[in-house]
């Protein structure tokens, strides 16, 4: 079906965003957690939230990786323009997307405060997969003509944003580190409502809010580029 691609793409883009702005508005007006400013993965730790929150972006995260092997499909012929180097890389790439949906899947399934090690490390694969991922299809739509400042700039905020999560989850987990005496205390206890918002905490919070937004910043702008392709 035509367009069918396109629309997926919307779809996935538009619910995801609804699902994190719904997840907000409900744990934090009922008191569960603090509105200012929460991580996005200490949101979904009681019902209604949590079904909310696993369901809408588990659907998005899966509608994704149906779109990432049309757009891979579609990368096939420019790659093998540019040369064989090109052709080896958009086939890993594609590979990585696809590994960095489905442990997006297993983020979203597996909550923080249950299983903080699964859900740590397929955290960081998601977010690490796509921006290197995206990078890649930058540079290969940017050599192909395909140019596009609106995504190369959503990517290099996104680098920018998960670089500065990254330092100042560090800078809280020393802080915790003199307190607790544990650098992964933050890791297994998540903050609640009640825990002291320090700065650091605060700004890896917000880093990781507009990380995530980047991406789909990024996402929406394949709309042209599927337009009358079919899944």
Request: with cysteine; proline share 4%.
């Amino acid at each position: 079906m035509k367009n069918s691609a396109k629309n997926l793409l919307e779809f996935s883009i538009i619910l995801g965003i609804s699902t994190l702005v719904i997840t907000y508005l409900v744990s934090t007006t009922s008191g569960r957690v603090a509105p200012f400013i929460p991580i996005i993965s200490e949101m979904p730790f009681s019902e209604p939230e949590e079904s909310i929150f696993s369901t809408g972006l588990g659907i998005s995260l899966f509608a994704t990786l149906l779109v990432i092997q049309v757009i891979y499909r579609k990368f096939e012929p420019l790659a093998k323009t540019l040369g064989e180097n090109y052709v080896k890389a958009n086939y890993w790439s594609r590979i990585i997307a696809s590994i960095g949906s489905v442990c997006g899947i297993i983020t979203v399934s597996f909550n923080w405060k249950e299983f903080p090690v699964i859900h740590g490390i397929t955290a960081f694969t998601l977010f690490t997969s796509y921006l290197v991922t995206a990078t890649f299809s930058y540079q290969l739509m940017k050599k192909s003509g395909m140019d596009d400042n609106l995504r190369k700039y959503a990517i290099i905020g996104g680098w920018v944003f998960y670089v500065m999560m990254a330092i100042f989850s560090v800078l809280d987990n020393l802080d915790m580190l003199e307190e607790k005496e544990d650098f992964f205390h933050r890791m297994d206890n998540p903050p609640n409502v009640d825990t002291e918002r320090t700065t650091y905490l605060n700004l890896t919070a917000f880093c990781e809010w507009a990380m995530v937004f980047s991406f789909y910043l990024s996402l929406s702008t394949y709309r042209d580029f599927l337009k009358n392709e079919p899944i």
